[in-house]
């Protein structure tokens, strides 16, 4: 979860979400970016399709869902001194003093609950050696600059260093449908890198769906340069738009 160190280093500005990273300059975010340079049309027709009050009520709860998830999973991952069963102990207790503080639903707490649990079910937990951070800010000078907040980094059993973001759906993607993710584990994986000097060995996008299936996509090196490329002219189209307005 953002901390309130973290929450301070970031502005909205028209609609857009900048950070503040200490260099003078305030840094577009990475979903920033996605969500102002990437095509919508599809979201558009969709609220038009349901009507506003409708998608407002099914974006909220999406959005909340996923937060509980999230939540859930950054409780499990911290306790990386505890057994298993330990740490699954401690989630369940922390959510629970979350949601009540948070103001959550039953329904948005079950929901979010359950998507924790596909990955946990599944074992996909396992393929964490070691975390090395969760919610970390990463930033970039390239291009303009940009700026965001990466879910989790781990160290995998054979050594790699990987990029991983938390999704949810409502039912499994095909990955033609999630360039907008692949592009932004790329911006992490990038910033990362620039920041540390350390190269990433791959990044991970997990996606927990409402009908019980978990999925993995996974990006190597290759995938990375690809849409890495991509991701960069959109922060230097973003740049030029945006800059002076």
């Not at 502005?11 to 996605?34: A, C, H």
């Not at 990955?175 to 692949?182: N, P, R």
């Not at 991701?231 to 738009?241: A, D, G, P, T, W």
Request: aromatic share 14%; proline share 2%.
């Amino acid at each position: 979860m953002a901390t309130a160190e973290s929450l301070q280093r970031t502005v909205t500005i028209q609609g857009k979400r900048y950070y503040d990273v200490g260099v003078n300059k305030l840094f577009p975010s990475v979903t920033t970016i996605l969500g102002k340079m990437t095509d919508k049309s599809g979201l558009d027709e969709w609220k038009k399709r349901v009507g506003e009050e409708e998608a407002d009520r099914i974006s909220k709860f999406s959005a909340n869902r996923g937060t509980v998830m999230h939540q859930m999973i950054e409780y499990f991952l911290e306790k990386q001194d505890l057994e298993k069963s330990e740490r699954l102990k401690y989630a369940q207790s922390k959510i629970i003093e979350f949601i009540k503080s948070e103001g959550y639903t039953e329904d948005e707490l079950n929901v979010g609950r359950k998507l924790f649990y596909n990955f946990y079910n599944a074992g996909i937990f396992d393929r964490i050696k070691r975390v090395l951070s969760l919610e970390e800010t990463l930033w970039s000078l390239q291009m303009g600059g940009y700026a965001g907040r990466v879910d989790t980094i781990y160290e995998d059993f054979d050594g790699n260093v990987i990029i991983l973001d938390f999704k949810t759906s409502k039912k499994p993607k095909k990955a033609e449908w999630i360039e907008s993710y692949f592009m932004q584990i790329s911006a992490y994986f990038i910033a990362y890198w620039e920041r540390t000097g350390i190269k990433p060995g791959g990044g991970e996008i997990w996606i927990s769906c409402e009908d019980g299936t978990p999925q993995i996509f996974n990006m190597d090196v290759n995938m990375i340069k690809k849409f890495s490329a991509k991701f960069l002219c959109l922060v230097k189209e973003f740049h030029k738009r945006y800059e002076n307005s």
